[in-house]
């Protein structure tokens, strides 16, 4: 049964320019001006319009725009999309996050999201070092992030996400702990410090690939582990691998997708897990583009993937992405979502490796969560 609460992810497929770790969906703007086609934006609209219609009786109680760069949106465009949205259900208590880059933020904006209630934003820090900004080709330079962020606490009325990379080229223990240091003292109560993952098929991939980049993939390490326990000394929270929040301020759209919720995928290249089903967009630009303008009632055509998946990959999927986050895995979710319990071997694998909270849950703690891959590899050996 499908719960009246959904979530929604709707994909800005666009960017002034690509950063040299980025293996995400995107292609480069043709137009800094008018930087995302309308056409773009009224397919977009027509999709999530048919997509929840499609469910009907759902309500969305989590948005999040992503891309690519949404803070590239003109404020007419970005309210065409909230007026969809809020036609199509949204729910009384909401979660709205909307992505940005440093250098695209004006008072406009700002006021425009605030208008709109979006009540959360994500900013792509990544790091507070020029020197390593420019290495990895980002568009901010060091001041705009500084400043960024002072402006965000000032005039943005929402929460206020910060995304940082560790582990980029030239990046020292030094730097990061001082970007760190400065989210920490101006109270950004929501930090995502992900470890970098050299990619092959992005720039900074091939440059390490093929020699003409030197990197320390161990020290890499050593340096997550040295911003992790910072961030725990500061109080934050590890709720999942790569996400730090002061208390209350964890994210909800990224826990449905941990706790093997429902979301829809809107956009080119977006993803979507309805059930059973997995549905991707095309990334075909003018493909998706053509078809929600002018054939979006033909339901058996619309260019996108859809995968069945299969009982043990979704038993799997409810293992890795819970076991992701400090709360884990509870056994009744499991019952209630399979309808049986938890396999007896990885019960016992749970309850000699895991911790177990009060209240019924197996978790990991942040020790354990560094080797979390190895885990999971014996866990799917151990599925029925």
């Not at 969305?60 to 199509?88: D, F, M, R, W």
């Amino acid at each position: 049964m499908i719960s009246k609460d959904i979530s929604l992810y709707i994909h800005i497929p666009f960017c002034i320019s690509k950063c040299s770790y980025c293996d995400f969906f995107s292609i480069a703007c043709k137009d800094f001006k008018n930087a995302i086609p309308q056409k773009y934006i009224d397919a977009l609209c027509n999709e999530i319009n048919y997509r929840i219609n499609n469910l009907k009786g759902l309500r969305i109680k989590t948005v999040y725009i992503g891309g690519g760069t949404p803070s590239l949106l003109s404020q007419a465009q970005i309210k065409q999309i909230v007026e969809v949205i809020k036609k199509a259900g949204l729910s009384k208590e909401y979660e709205f996050t909307f992505e940005i880059n440093p250098d695209d933020l004006s008072m406009p904006l700002v006021e425009c999201l605030n208008d709109c209630g979006v009540n959360r934003i994500s900013c792509g820090i990544q790091s507070f070092s020029e020197h390593v900004l420019k290495n990895v080709h980002r568009r901010a330079s060091s001041e705009q992030n500084y400043k960024c962020i002072s402006f965000l606490k000032n005039n943005f009325k929402g929460i206020i996400s910060a995304d940082l990379i560790c582990g980029l080229p030239e990046e020292t223990e030094k730097t990061l702990i001082a970007g760190l240091d400065y989210l920490i003292k101006n109270k950004i109560p929501h930090i995502s410090f992900y470890s970098l993952c050299v990619e092959e098929e992005t720039l900074l991939g091939h440059d390490i690939n093929c020699g003409k980049l030197e990197y320390d993939f161990d020290n890499c390490d050593e340096l997550w582990i040295k911003g992790r326990d910072y961030l725990l000394s500061k109080g934050y929270l590890q709720y999942e691998v790569s996400n730090f929040c002061l208390p209350g301020y964890e994210c909800l759209h990224n826990m449905a997708y941990w706790t093997h919720k429902n979301y829809l995928g809107c956009g080119s290249g977006a993803t979507g897990t309805i059930e059973n089903l997995r549905f991707t967009n095309t990334k075909n630009i003018e493909e998706y583009e053509n078809f929600w303008l002018n054939n979006r009632k033909s339901a058996d055509k619309i260019p996108q993937t859809v995968e069945k998946i299969e009982q043990k990959t979704s038993e799997f999927e409810f293992f890795m992405m819970g076991l992701r986050t400090c709360r884990g895995i509870c056994p009744q979710e499991y019952k209630q979502f399979f309808r049986k319990d938890i396999p007896e071997k990885v019960q016992k694998k749970l309850e000699t490796e895991c911790k177990k909270s009060p209240d019924g849950f197996y978790y990991l703690d942040k020790d354990r969560l560094l080797f979390l891959n190895s885990f999971l590899e014996d866990l799917l050996d151990l599925l029925d």
